[in-house]
Every structure is written in structure tokens, then in C-alpha cells.
Nanobody
Framework: VQLQASGGGLVQPGGSLRLSCIAS????????MGWFRQVADKPRERLSC????????YYADSVKGRFTISRDYAKYTASLQMNSLNSDDTAVYYC??????????????????????WGQGTLVTVSS
């Protein structure tokens, strides 16, 4: 499975961006898709995770109410709509996919190590 992420860029504080991730290859293997971000010298932070077996997606407290994840199972895509961006959101954003089908809400997919496939990362810079 290959993941291609796009949509990053420079945005002013308070602005919005939409990240997209397209999966190709053995897409039938993908159960869970998620978004992470990383700032230099810090661990990769899980932001959101979506699995068809959950009623709602998972969101980290840092983005809850501002970010919205969506997934098109027919097109093998996942998107992250990011609103009310601030300087703390500046990071490289990664989409990720896991072959392990399990809830995103119980901590199972909290670790980056549980994801099998990663996109190349897209830089989001929030600055005036």
C-alpha cells in the first residue's frame, strides 16, 4: 500500500487547510486510517483515526472541535479538514494506515508503531 498525502502549505492564524491522503496498491488491506503530525525532536503525535466499526472517529484533545477526519471507502482516500489553525499546529503532517481492524477509540491505534503504511508527510506552517 502506498499513501500519497497532499494539501499542506502556509496559512495565517485562524485559517483553514484540508489535507488529503490517497491510498493505492493493496488497499483492501487497509482497515484504519489516521493522521499524525511531528515537530522536530518530538514524538509523532496522533491527531485523528477512523475505522468503519466506530460510530465516531477519534480526535486528540489538541485538535478536537477544530479538525475533522473523513474517509471515502470507495475511493480509498482520507481527508483532514483543519480549521482555526494556530502556530502550535505548525508541523509535518502524515497520513497512516493500519491493517489491524480495531476501534480507534480505545487506545489500540494510539501508537505510531501499529500503523503499517505511511505517507511522505506534508508541511503545514501557520504564520502571519
Amino acid at each position: 500500500v502506498q499513501l500519497q498525502a497532499s494539501g499542506g502549505g502556509l496559512v495565517q492564524p485562524g485559517g483553514s487547510l484540508r489535507l488529503s491522503c490517497i491510498a493505492s496498491g493493496a488497499t483492501s488491506d487497509v482497515e484504519v486510517m489516521g493522521w499524525f503530525r511531528q515537530v522536530a525532536d518530538k514524538p509523532r503525535e496522533r491527531l485523528s483515526c477512523i475505522w468503519r466499526g466506530d460510530k465516531v472517529p477519534y480526535y486528540a484533545d489538541s485538535v478536537k472541535g477544530r479538525f475533522t477526519i473523513s474517509r471515502d471507502y470507495a475511493k480509498y482516500t482520507a481527508s483532514l479538514q483543519m480549521n482555526s489553525l494556530n502556530s502550535d499546529d505548525t508541523a509535518v503532517y502524515y497520513c497512516a494506515a493500519s491493517r489491524f481492524g480495531s476501534s480507534c477509540l480505545n487506545g489500540t491505534h494510539s501508537s505510531a508503531g501499529l500503523y503499517d503504511y505511511w505517507g511522505q508527510g506534508t508541511l503545514v506552517t501557520v504564520s502571519s
